[in-house]
């Protein structure tokens, strides 16, 4: 998204507290391409994913609450038991809601949504550790559910298909139509445009679907990748995005940053276009992907424990 791309070049030109190493960047293009590492498929292990309208429903609903899956200080993380897995964050969140879905709860009924109550979220998302947000979440699912209502006949394909067949069109229909997603901020006097739960949407549906029917998106090239917390602790791990000294104590001792501060804002800026100059440096080689496609990389290896050693930095959020 063309909005999103000029933010972040603009917060990388100003920042003063994170900085990329574009030595880093290079090498690390270029490892992608000395161990062939294919972008991972979307995967359909926890997610529900019928190539219905149903998946279309139950996509919005996840993308609705993926934020902020860390627990306050302190607490022990949320996690979930998944067929004998023990799982948390994102994943717990995909899974609690297929359980839900197959338990025959209505989660991808919009007037079920409209009326949620948070004794019935907490029992979807039952499990152990502690969730942030909860309350807030329950009012993005009502709101959720009131606007497909009013505006889509209760259908979040029709919504879908109100972008056309675009999915930075879609990114922004969410952004407007929903507050929840409308991940705006303000650096130097600038307004600055994230929308990262609402790119992630487009590129969920254009998994689910491979391409086609409601993911059949002819601008998937126009996506960026998605600023949250993960891609940012992968990207210091690399030694690509590099911390100012006084953040990095910040980040390491996990002390809160503020939505929408200076520190923050730098850091899912950076995050955004340090994604776009490891695409050009693919491109330059030969190599095309998707800044989207990155992001899944990068996303991945923040799975492994390798890429932990340092903290990600938190930020009480519904954005990311």
């Known amino acids: 998204m063309l909005e999103v791309l000029e933010t972040a070049k603009y917060i990388a030109d100003k920042s003063r507290l994170v900085w990329i190493d574009k030595k880093a960047l290079t090498r690390f293009a270029r490892k992608l391409l000395e161990d062939e590492i294919k972008v ?26 993926n934020f ?31 359980n839900a879905f197959d338990s025959g709860v209505p989660i991808t009924s919009s007037a079920y949504l409209a009326n949620l109550s948070s004794g019935e979220l907490k029992n979807i998302l039952d499990g152990r550790g502690e969730l942030q947000l909860m309350k807030l979440r329950v009012q993005i699912l009502n709101e959720l ?20 067949n675009s999915g930075t069109k879609l990114a922004r229909l969410l952004a407007e139509k929903f507050s929840s997603f409308r ?32 993911g059949s998106f002819g601008d998937m090239d ?20 590099v911390y100012e000294e006084s953040l990095a104590k910040k980040v390491d001792q996990q002390v809160l940053l503020e939505p929408g501060s200076l520190d923050e804002v730098e850091i899912r800026g950076n995050t955004i276009w340090t994604v776009e100059l490891i695409r050009q440096e693919l491109e330059c080689t030969g190599k095309a992907l998707r800044a989207f496609e990155i992001d899944w ?11 932990r050693e340092k903290p990600y930095h938190r930020t009480i959020t519904f954005f990311y």
């Not at 991972?40 to 996509?59: A, I, M, N, Q, R």
């Open 222 to 241: 126009r996506l960026t990748s998605f600023a949250d917390y993960k891609l940012p602790q992968v990207l210091r791990h690399l030694g690509i995005m």
């Open 297 to 307: 990389i990068l996303w991945n290896l923040g799975q492994d424990d390798a890429f």
């Open 145 to 164: 559910g009131q606007v497909l209502n009013k505006e889509y006949d209760g259908n979040a394909c029709k919504l879908v298909e109100a972008a056309g």
């Open 40 to 65: 991972p498929p979307w995967d359909p292990l926890y997610h529900f994913c019928d190539g219905t309208e149903e998946t279309v429903s139950y996509l919005l609903v996840l993308d609705s609450l």
């Open 183 to 214: 991940d705006i901020s303000t650096y130097r006097g600038h307004k600055v445009s994230f929308f990262k739960r609402a790119q992630i949407f487009a590129a969920d549906l254009h998994g689910a679907f491979n391409g086609k029917r409601w």
């Open 68 to 98: 902020c899956f860390w627990p306050p200080q302190g607490k022990a993380k949320w996690e979930i038991e998944y067929e004998s897995e023990n799982l948390s964050g994102y994943y717990a969140m995909a899974a609690s809601l297929k």
